[in-house]
């Protein structure tokens, strides 16, 4: 017990720091932050600094990397699934972002969510650790492109949701999961020194990843030969569907 309370304590402290990184400016001083800061002047910073709907909340190096792996499936029928509804207006943003033909589908644990379903996207009640629930929403979508899991962002959630969802990616999918600082924290299942964080985890991925070059029996068999690519920023890792094919090296040019 007295362990419980000190990890609720050190989150709780943990949580308090990531307070203080909030930008309480204008819409106006949010669009500057974002361009003068990070030098994003792409279409969701727009989308995002006169969005004047239901409530979004994003970290501001999110949009850049949003579009840096997104924007070759806008204006296209693409089927995304946002895990974590919320307020709603995340839904929102993707419609005006990936256009009309988009097939958007966001799941949420919370009932209240239900009232946004039909607006910018079909909505489904349930959790993301329900496999036969997630099964149903992929089937209902008829497949899906892109996940964007910014769910529960506890450790357990995330790594059931990322082995049971990432092989029914199309093959060309991607798979974004976002808000990984909670893979520091105990409350979330994580740690600095936890196996169960999140990028401790995908160190299996990336190993699977080289199997050409080592004899060792796969990390996460559920992915092995279809992750072709592994991306980790801050606080968000992206991963890349695609058939892995065995690696060919030649030599040309020279005297």
Same mark, same amino acid.
């Given at each position: /017990?007295?362990?419980?309370?000190?990890?609720?304590?050190?989150?709780?402290?943990? *949580?308090?720091?990531?307070?203080?990184?909030?930008?309480?400016?204008?819409?106006?001083?949010?669009?500057?932050? &974002?361009?003068?800061?990070?030098?994003?002047?792409?279409?969701?910073?727009?989308?995002?600094?006169?969005?004047?709907?239901?409530?979004?909340?994003?970290?501001?190096?999110?949009?850049?990397?949003? @579009?840096?792996? =997104?924007?070759?499936?806008?204006?296209?029928?693409?089927? /995304?699934?946002?895990?974590?509804?919320?307020?709603?207006?995340?839904?929102?943003?993707?419609? %005006?972002?990936?256009?009309?033909?988009?097939?958007?589908?966001?799941? @949420?644990?919370? +009932?209240?969510?239900?009232? =946004? %379903?039909?607006?910018?996207?079909?909505?489904?009640?349930?959790?993301? @650790?329900?496999?036969?629930?997630?099964?149903?929403?992929?089937?209902?979508?008829?497949? &899906?492109?892109?996940?964007?899991?910014?769910?529960?962002?506890? /450790?357990?959630?995330?790594?059931?949701?990322?082995?049971?969802? =990432?092989?029914? *990616?199309? +093959?060309?999918?991607?798979? /974004?999961?976002? %808000?990984?600082?909670?893979?520091?924290?105990?409350? =979330?299942?994580?740690?600095?020194?936890? #196996?169960?964080?999140?990028?401790?985890? *995908?160190?299996?991925?990336?190993? @699977? *990843?080289?199997?050409?070059?080592?004899?060792?029996?796969?990390?996460?068999?559920?992915?092995?030969?279809?992750?072709?690519?592994?991306?980790?920023?801050?606080?968000?890792?992206?991963?890349?569907?695609? #058939?892995?094919? +065995?690696?060919?090296?030649?030599?040309?040019?020279?005297?």
């Amino acid at each position: /017990m007295a362990q419980g309370g000190a990890t609720e304590r050190q989150d709780s402290r943990k *949580l308090g720091r990531v307070r203080q990184f909030a930008f309480g400016g204008t819409p106006g001083e949010v669009r500057a932050h &974002i361009r003068d800061t990070l030098g994003y002047t792409g279409p969701l910073l727009d989308l995002y600094c006169e969005h004047a709907g239901r409530v979004i909340t994003k970290w501001h190096h999110y949009l850049p990397l949003y @579009d840096r792996y =997104f924007a070759r499936f806008r204006g296209r029928p693409v089927r /995304m699934l946002e895990i974590g509804v919320f307020k709603g207006g995340s839904l929102d943003l993707w419609r %005006d972002y990936l256009g009309p033909e988009a097939v958007i589908y966001g799941i @949420d644990i919370d +009932p209240k969510c239900a009232r =946004f %379903d039909g607006i910018s996207g079909q909505v489904r009640i349930g959790s993301q @650790d329900d496999l036969a629930f997630l099964d149903a929403v992929v089937e209902e979508m008829g497949g &899906i492109d892109l996940v964007l899991d910014d769910g529960s962002h506890h /450790m357990a959630h995330v790594w059931t949701t990322l082995r049971h969802l =990432f092989p029914r *990616l199309s +093959p060309s999918g991607s798979y /974004m999961i976002e %808000d990984l600082h909670t893979a520091y924290w105990p409350r =979330f299942g994580g740690g600095i020194e936890a #196996e169960e964080n999140l990028f401790a985890r *995908l160190r299996g991925v990336v190993d @699977d *990843l080289h199997f050409p070059y080592h004899v060792s029996a796969p990390r996460v068999p559920e992915l092995k030969g279809l992750v072709g690519g592994v991306h980790i920023h801050d606080s968000v890792a992206v991963l890349d569907r695609a #058939e892995q094919k +065995p690696p060919v090296f030649s030599k040309v040019g020279g005297a």
